[in-house]
């Protein structure tokens, strides 16, 4: 049974009694607690490493984020799983396209703003509000939800601790629109086959997202997608203030 638990879907899961997990319970900390230690002791080795380890450390990372994505489309195959509800079409997913892109073409200059304006807030969300609760923590489904994010947590604050990503105010306002861009035909892959992705059409019982919900009248909609627009400009810039005292910060102590 442990084993048949392991690979099942949520609805699967639920249908035999099963639970999941709340979050920042016990299950969700330790979680937390792994994948913490994790990305820390990856940014300390980045750091460390010289400039062509690094290239091979961003390779490596860029490939295994797609193999891992890749194997989670093949698991939902051979479980029967709703492939629909799994595609690789959230704004995580998305954070999968552009740290390969950014791993082969570390020069870029625009992937540096949207990896840490709109990807890594993404991926520190998901972590902190996963949505995988519905599965057993254990399992499959919210291995992949956990590793994932946290991988591409890493190699963003990896990437930006070493240097080699550089933030301006105007990041903001070019990964905004990169954003806006996106969801255009993702608002209409929802609107046609009655998905979710990106949370376009529902807060799918996320605090920040369900506040927003309620705010702009609680029937979704235009009003609801203006609400998730100015969300997003207030995290770009809350990101973009931490950055900025993060940087400063580091000058202030090499000064002292």
Not at 121 to 142: D, R
């Amino acid at each position: 049974m442990k084993q048949n638990i392991f690979w099942m879907d949520k609805d699967a899961y639920n249908a035999i009694g099963g639970t999941g997990f709340s979050c920042f319970s016990l299950p969700h900390l330790l979680w937390l607690a792994v994948l913490l230690t994790g990305i820390l002791l990856f940014v300390f080795l980045y750091r460390r490493a010289k400039n062509g380890r690094r290239k091979d450390i961003r390779k490596a990372v860029a490939l295994f984020l797609i193999l891992f994505e890749i194997a989670k489309q093949c698991i939902v195959g051979l479980t029967g799983t709703s492939a629909a509800t799994h595609l690789p079409l959230h704004i995580c997913s998305f954070a999968e396209y552009a740290i390969l892109i950014d791993a082969l073409w570390p020069e870029n200059r625009f992937l540096g703003s949207l990896l840490c304006y709109a990807f890594l807030p993404s991926a520190f969300m998901a972590l902190l509000f996963p949505t995988a609760t519905a599965y057993h923590p254990l399992s499959f489904f919210a291995i992949h939800h956990f590793i994932l994010h946290a991988g591409i947590t890493a190699y963003i604050i990896a990437r930006y601790s070493s240097g080699e990503i550089r933030n301006n105010y105007k990041g903001i306002w070019t990964t905004f629109l990169a954003i806006a861009v996106l969801i255009l035909p993702i608002y209409y892959i929802d609107a046609v086959f009655d998905e979710n992705f990106v949370f376009l059409m529902d807060h799918g019982d996320n605090p920040a997202l369900k506040f927003i919900w309620d705010l702009s009248g609680g029937s979704g909609g235009i009003a609801y997608i203006i609400g998730l627009g100015v969300l997003v400009l207030i995290v770009f810039h809350i990101t973009y203030g931490i950055f900025a005292a993060a940087e400063k910060l580091g000058k202030h102590t090499l000064r002292h």
